[in-house]
């Protein structure tokens, strides 16, 4: 059997004892760590916050919280790829389980060749969703920051009395003479700004 790449720390869960140590066995042969080894959800859980395993392996089916349960209380905190475990499929469960977190399956009887492929899909689904989150938010970011560009240079515009061309213009220096973003040298005017509006108020 080849080994990864990349070793990974691992969180495993199952309330078998057979079944914590194969996945303890088997994931140790592949080359990984396995940092955690729970059989309820609540001890998943407890463990992951204190050992940040990169993947979370975790049977659906578990004493006082299930595996999607688990799951989701643990990406409210962190981010992390979770693959779950059954021994037969249950739509209510698997229903739940839609959510971005759970990124594979697994179903008993489970092979080590199957083990291996369903940890390479989840770090690599777990990894283009992370990119495109880190887009969302940088768009989010320029949309921000474009709105306080426009702010201020209407706030320009009013104080010089100049047209739109001039007062954009004008911005650059209050960035530029300081080293800093243009957004940055909007965000002096705008603050400004108000600081006069509320003087005025007094």
Known sequence: MSRPTRSLRIA??????????????????????VVAVA????QLVEQCRLTY???VITDIKMPDLDGVAAAAALNRERSVPVILVTA??????LSRAGAG??????????????????IVLAMLRFEEFQRLSQEAAS??????DRKIVERAKRIVMKWLR???AE??????????????????????VVAADEGFQTLETM
């Open 139 to 144: 768009l989010r970011q320029a949309l921000e």
């Open 88 to 93: 037969h499929a249950d739509v209510d469960f």
């Open 167 to 188: 007062a954009y213009r004008r911005l650059w220096p209050v960035a530029s003479d300081q080293n800093r973003k243009l957004v940055e040298g909007a965000t002096t």
């Open 162 to 164: 100049l047209e739109e």
């Open 101 to 118: 977190h759970v990124l594979a399956y697994l179903a008993k009887p489970i092979k080590p060749v199957d083990l291996q492929a369903a």
């Open 53 to 55: 395993p990169d993947v």
């Open 39 to 42: 059989d309820t959800g609540r």
């Open 12 to 33: 495993v869960a199952d309330d078998e004892r057979e079944m914590r140590a194969f996945f303890q066995e088997v994931l140790s042969h592949l080359g990984h760590q």
